[in-house]
Every structure is written in structure tokens, then in C-alpha cells.
């Protein structure tokens, strides 16, 4: 009987501490965080409700590499495949096969002014997207090269554009290793032996008419 009265108090303690309120919240215990698993398949609704849940878009266009278009410019600062880096020491075949068929051809014989050596001679001219070029060839190869360009440029001060719109590699400011009236001489300009930027004379002669390119010192 009194085990009994022992055990019916127990249980009436224990059931008094079981009823009482904490004295401070527990804080409730959250999982941590997963990443979905590879395994785990999102329906297009899921997807659309998490793009809307954190202002995901889809780009207009696919993400990669970016590709960009650079055409080719006739301009002073943009030399083209015709110009004279492309055509020196070419064959008249490759020229021609480059610049088209030349509108007007001549021959003879050029003097090598050191030796005074004779050799014959082919000159052709071309109608490209620079101007006009007449090319001399000599012992087989494109040697002595003129462009008269299609733009207009001021001599002197557009000495350095027009060179660069013939396809040579030269910045502005460039001074001339010799002057003379009516052409400047740059020696050693992009692997050329010399170039003269010549004056108009016969037109006006506040700009420039051609630009006269020598590949070797043979050929000056």
C-alpha cells in the first residue's frame, strides 16, 4: 500500500514539472541548407518559381564567346590587304592575282644608280580601294611601288597619314631623314629601305600625290 502512495506521488511530481512553461524560448533547430542533389529533376513550374523568387532572367542571347566583325577601312588609320607590305616583293603573277588586272602596262629599262647597271624592266598599274598604284618590277619582283591615294592629304603635316593608308606601319610626328622641295625621304620605314612622300606639283601642290616605297637599295 505505501509502495503504491510512493509511486502515485512521483508520478504527480513529475507531471507538475512537465506542465510548468520554460523560462525562455527555445529557439527551434533548423536543418542546414542543402544543395539539390544531381539526382533531383525540376518541373518547368519549379524553375519559373525560382527565376521569380530571385530575379533570375533568361539572356536574350546565349552566353559565350563574342565574336566581332572588323571590316576592312579605306581610311588613313587603317592600311588594307592591298596596300604595300602586301604586294612588295611579289611576283607579277601574285600582284595581278591581288590587285586584279592592270589597267595600263609598260617595260623598258631601269638604270641601278650605284652601277650603273641596265636592267629591264615591267611596270604595271592597278585601280585598288587606296588609289592608284603603279608597281615596277624588277629581277622578277614587285621593287618600286607608288600610290597615288584616293584620299586627299596635306603636305607635309599628313605625311605619316598617307603612309599609313598605303599599308606602312608609321606613327605621327615622324620626321623625314631628308627634305627636299617637293618630297621628304624616311629611311628604313617598316622594313623598307626608303619612302618619299612627294609633293603635287603638276596639281596642287599644298597636298600630296603619291608615295613612293623602295624594297631594297638595289632598287633606289
Not at 611576283?91 to 617595260?107: F, H, N, W
Not at 603603279?134 to 603612309?163: H, N, Q
Not at 617637293?182 to 622594313?191: A, F, P, R, T, W
Request: charged share 25%; with cysteine; glycine share 6%.
Amino acid at each position: 500500500m505505501k509502495r503504491t502512495l510512493y509511486i502515485l506521488a512521483a508520478i504527480t511530481i513529475l507531471a507538475g514539472c512537465s506542465a510548468k512553461e520554460p523560462d525562455a524560448p527555445t529557439a527551434p533547430v533548423t536543418a542546414p541548407a542543402t544543395e539539390p542533389s544531381a539526382a533531383t529533376t525540376l518541373t518547368e513550374e519549379d524553375k519559373a518559381e525560382i527565376a521569380a523568387k530571385y530575379g533570375l532572367e533568361k539572356p536574350d542571347q546565349p552566353a559565350g564567346n563574342v565574336s566581332v566583325q572588323v571590316g576592312i577601312s579605306t581610311s588613313a588609320d587603317q592600311p588594307t590587304k592591298s596596300g604595300v607590305k602586301a604586294i612588295a616583293g611579289k611576283t607579277e603573277s601574285d600582284v595581278s592575282t591581288l590587285l586584279g588586272k592592270p589597267t595600263a602596262t609598260e617595260d623598258g629599262e631601269w638604270t641601278v644608280v650605284s652601277t650603273d647597271e641596265k636592267m629591264p624592266y615591267l611596270r604595271h598599274t592597278y585601280k585598288t580601294d587606296i588609289g592608284e598604284i603603279s608597281v615596277m618590277f624588277l629581277e622578277g619582283v614587285a621593287a618600286r611601288i607608288e600610290v597615288t591615294p584616293a584620299e586627299t592629304f596635306k603636305y607635309p603635316e599628313d605625311a605619316a597619314k598617307a603612309m599609313r593608308v598605303v599599308g606602312l606601319a608609321v606613327e605621327d610626328g615622324l620626321t623625314p631623314d631628308n627634305e627636299a622641295p617637293h618630297y621628304m625621304q624616311y629611311n628604313n620605314v617598316d622594313g623598307f629601305y626608303y619612302v618619299n612622300v612627294v609633293k603635287d606639283l603638276e596639281g596642287n601642290p599644298e597636298n600630296i600625290s603619291y608615295v613612293r616605297v623602295i624594297t631594297d637599295r638595289l632598287f633606289k
